[in-house]
């Protein structure tokens, strides 16, 4: 099939970003420009030759510019198929000319949404006429060339430069770049109305293409980040994020955030291998790192205070991939920069504190798991103290820690912990006791000591062989959510042992 050349193009856009420019090379290879409002204004002050689209509708704007565009002589214009003699027979019947390109976006809906609460201005900013030209532009892509990206200005005019028209191949992608960016769209405004993916009938993410990844979890497999990354983290140097890292970024983030107080998470394929706090950044690492030291090499480091050269100073030695924090000081700066391709990324708490409400969507085959987002960490009217003996306040603070860090860690969980730091982390065992005893054999490894020690658990115990474990290693307290059909079995168990325990009847599962 031979595609017709391109001898006239509707251009109406929002973002006016290269428009100029594309509408000045179009002119120059003897395409018509129609265009209508701002678009055809901006034109005319580049004296490039426009035609206005009501001089073809031979009809005005109406209802405050509401309709320009929905009108049969735009519309069969795009919509006609240049083979079917019937389509061209009623153009010519109703003196109508073909369109053969269209370069349209849409007025900028989500962010009215972000920076305006007045519902009327917001629904407003929903584009009508540039959807719909768009969509026939790319029904009809075989006649019509859809343009929606100014990254795709150039290939465009090059083909009309050389060949006078598009190829097929390209007007298929064009088109699919048209589909995708219309069904963005209408997706943002679907959750403006109801922001819970949870509660939608079908499923729809409004979420843009930020940048490739150079690859996913390995080397053979591709990966892109989609979303508002950028508006959360900051990457400020070092190589570019793999997958992995952006996986790891995210988790140690997340937990690190839990605290208020001075605080360094170390993460490892997305599991906590060290947390502590302290009065400064330094104190809390020597903390973070003693309860492993081997597995922080090559992983993941975040802080939730601002970075200082001191803390910069301990951590340079190490291979750490990534360090995260909501800023560095310029002495910080000067020491971990040092490292070419060590990575340092700027997260800005505020938006992480918006977006970390939105839905949490995985793909399975051939469909989408969505949660809402596991934000609470615990319901203190729901904490009840289950055994004989009350925790005392020390150990209570240390349960506290301890289960911070269990909401973050895979199932099953078992965090050993003092008030303010980790002392040993079992996670993602089938059992909840292994979890256990690997945590109890990593502390011995690092030498130290769980005497007096609280446990979190981030599920119940489904057999008391798990608080023995437990007990046997030197804890005195745990905390876990309850629940099970033996709790009266893993209670005494814990009585027997004179340990304190606190069911908080929430769990934490992280698969």
């Known amino acids: 099939?031979?595609?017709?050349?391109?001898?006239?193009?509707?251009?109406?856009?929002?973002?006016?970003?290269?428009?100029?420019?594309?509408?000045?090379?179009?002119?120059?290879l003897g395409v018509e420009i129609l265009s209508t409002g701002?678009?055809?204004?901006?034109?005319?002050?580049?004296?490039?030759?426009?035609?206005?689209?009501?001089?073809?509708?031979?009809?005005?704007?109406?209802?405050d510019g509401r309709v320009k565009t929905l009108h049969p002589a735009i519309h069969a214009a795009l919509l006609a198929q240049r083979d079917n003699l019937q389509?061209?027979?009623?153009?010519?019947?109703?003196?109508?000319?073909?369109?053969?390109?269209?370069?349209?976006?849409?007025?900028?809906?989500?962010?009215?949404?972000a920076h305006s609460s007045d519902e009327e201005h917001i629904t407003e900013m929903i584009d009508i006429g540039g959807p719909a030209m768009l969509r026939a532009a790319a029904k009809n892509y075989r006649w019509v060339v859809p343009v929606v990206l100014p990254e795709d200005y150039p290939s465009v005019l090059e083909s009309i430069r050389t060949t006078g028209t598009v190829p097929l191949p390209l007007r298929r992608q064009l088109a699919a770049k048209a589909f995708q960016y219309t069904a963005w769209y209408d997706a943002q405004v679907a959750q403006y109305f109801e922001p819970s993916l949870v509660e939608h009938t079908y499923c729809t993410l409004s979420e843009p293409r930020r940048f490739d990844v150079r690859y996913g979890e390995n080397p053979h497999q591709r990966a892109a980040l989609f979303g508002a990354f950028d508006q959360a983290f900051l990457h400020i140097h070092g190589k570019e994020l793999s997958y992995n890292n952006i996986l790891d970024l995210d988790a140690a983030v997340q937990l690190v955030l839990e605290f208020s107080e001075p605080t360094v998470v170390i993460v490892k394929h997305t599991n906590p291998c060290g947390v502590g706090s302290g009065d400064t950044l330094t104190e809390a690492w020597e903390k973070a790192y003693a309860t492993d030291t081997v597995s922080p090499f090559g992983g993941i480091v975040a802080t939730n205070v601002p970075i200082d050269e001191e803390f910069a100073a301990s951590i340079h030695p190490l291979f750490i991939e990534l360090i995260a924090a909501p800023a560095f000081s310029e002495a910080a700066l000067g020491v971990l920069t040092k490292k070419k391709d060590r990575r340092l990324i700027r997260f800005n708490t505020e938006a992480i504190e918006q977006y970390r409400r939105y839905s949490v969507v995985r793909s399975v085959t051939a469909g989408l798991l969505i949660q809402t987002p596991d934000v609470e960490l615990l319901r203190s009217q729901d904490l009840q103290v289950v055994t004989e003996r009350e925790p005392t306040d020390a150990e209570f603070q240390a349960m506290m820690f301890a289960w911070k860090v269990a909401k973050h860690a895979k199932s099953n969980a078992i965090v050993y912990a003092r008030a303010d730091r980790t002392l040993a982390i079992g996670a993602g065992q089938p059992s909840r006791v292994d979890s256990a005893r690997i945590a109890a054999w990593k502390a011995q490894q690092f030498g130290l000591d769980l005497r007096g020690s609280a446990v979190a658990s981030d599920a119940f115990f489904p057999f008391a062989d798990g608080v023995i474990q437990c007990a046997e290693a030197g804890a005195t307290a745990i905390i876990q959510p309850g629940g099970s059909i033996r709790d009266e079995e893993v209670i005494r168990a814990a009585n027997e042992r004179n340990i304190a325990m606190i069911f908080t009847g929430m769990r934490h599962f992280r698969h």
């Open 87 to 113: 389509h061209m027979e009623h153009l010519r019947q109703h003196g109508i000319t073909p369109i053969d390109l269209v370069c349209v976006n849409f007025y900028p809906f989500a962010e009215a949404a």
């Open 38 to 63: 701002g678009t055809a204004r901006a034109l005319r002050q580049a004296e490039i030759p426009v035609t206005l689209v009501e001089t073809v509708t031979q009809m005005p704007e109406l209802l």
């Open 1 to 28: 099939m031979e595609t017709p050349p391109i001898q006239r193009a509707l251009l109406s856009a929002w973002e006016k970003t290269g428009i100029v420019e594309f509408a000045r090379e179009l002119s120059a």
